[in-house]
Nanobody
Framework: QVQLVESGGGLVQAGGSLRLSCTAS????????LSWFRQAPGKEREFVAH???????????DYADSVKGRSTISRDNDKNTMYLQLNNLKPEDTARYSC?????????????????????WGQGTQVTVSS
């Protein structure tokens, strides 16, 4: 069973930055397409960002409109780790952020917003942004 463990959350003032990490167990990390989701209290879980399997000269990242231009998703296959850099944080970014991994045969998920496409989920890390 693959385990995903998130870290890097915390309390930050509006306008600040955080870098979230998601580390996976096992030896198949390179075969996963990966995403970040978040869930605020009383709200449904929503898509944040997606990154496909690594490919040369190919951009395989996708972002929700709410974080586009303020965030960067990346992965380090040698470390079995995915990252989400969040900048210019806003109070509405307050949520529990979870990572998810999908076994794919291509380079990425056709629609990374479909949650049941993912095989593994982490427990999440809390991000709280104060105004």
């Amino acid at each position: 069973q693959v385990q995903l463990v998130e870290s890097g959350g915390g309390l930050v003032q509006a306008g600040g930055s955080l870098r979230l990490s998601c580390t996976a167990s096992g030896h198949a990390f390179r075969s996963y397409a990966l995403s970040w989701f978040r869930q605020a209290p009383g709200k449904e879980r929503e898509f944040v960002a997606h990154i496909g399997r690594s490919a040369p000269n190919t951009v395989l990242a996708d972002y929700a409109d709410s974080v586009k231009g303020r965030s960067t998703i990346s992965r380090d296959n040698d470390k079995n780790t995915m990252y989400l850099q969040l900048n210019n944080l806003k109070p509405e970014d307050t949520a529990r952020y979870s990572c998810a991994a999908a076994i794919v045969h291509g380079l990425r998920l056709r629609d990374p917003r479909i949650q049941h496409e993912y095989n593994y989920w982490g427990q999440g890390t809390q991000v709280t942004v104060s105004s």
